[in-house]
């Protein structure tokens, strides 16, 4: 009895201690239930913003047309504006903000800034496996490509911003990151941690 019981802590002592095997199979399926689907927000200014409408930069511009598509609030008051130290005018202000939260489907609750589109994943690249504080981890590059793309993103007005440009070709030309894999209770997971896992 003795040794059956001695046999059963060896062989549990060796499941233990088993180096999983993390497949290419197994990785992009944890990577697209974890990532795919994801919306992308562009957010390039900081907001609020207060801009004086005569204000014809391409900033304000940009911020203009987002307005115009319902993508972000602006609400205006008269003030004066100092000219040079001895002139002063009043002018119509244009104060802009974010829209108080995504839509409920982004499935994103704390984004900010415009969503131009979502993440799909196109490939995982399995690299090395360490052990880390006891816990099995596997660094990977991720190949992944932007689609849904709004349709505002097409206005000739945000033709050179080159994050939309990447998007549109990345079906291609993928983005690449770095991600890492954790094995936890029996399975295989994305590690969220901020220091190993880039976006």
Do not use: H
Not at 166 to 191: C, H, M, T
Request: some cysteine; proline content about 5%.
């Amino acid at each position: 009895m003795k040794v059956k019981i001695l046999l059963i802590m060896v062989c549990l002592s060796m499941q233990t201690l088993a180096k999983p095997i993390l497949e290419q199979g197994i990785a992009l399926s944890v990577a697209n239930e974890t990532l795919s689907g994801k919306a992308l927000y562009w957010k390039p200014y900081s907001l609020p913003l207060t801009l004086q409408a005569a204000d014809y930069s391409p900033q304000s511009e940009q911020l203009a047309r987002l307005f115009e598509y319902g993508l972000v609030r602006r609400s205006s008051e008269m003030a004066t504006v100092a000219l040079s130290p001895n002139r002063q005018k009043v002018a119509l202000l244009w104060q802009y903000d974010w829209l108080s939260s995504p839509l409920p489907s982004d499935n994103d609750e704390s984004a900010t800034g415009v969503k131009y589109g979502r993440r799909f994943i196109k490939d995982v690249v399995i690299n090395d496996m360490q052990q880390i504080d006891g816990e099995w981890i596997v660094s990977a590059q991720l190949y992944w490509f932007v689609s849904e793309l709004e349709l505002w993103v097409d206005d000739p007005i945000f033709s050179n911003i080159r994050l939309f440009k990447r998007s549109k070709e990345s079906f291609f030309n993928p983005f690449l990151a770095d991600i890492f894999f954790v094995y936890r209770k029996g399975k295989w997971q994305i590690w969220r941690d901020e220091e190993f896992f880039k976006r």
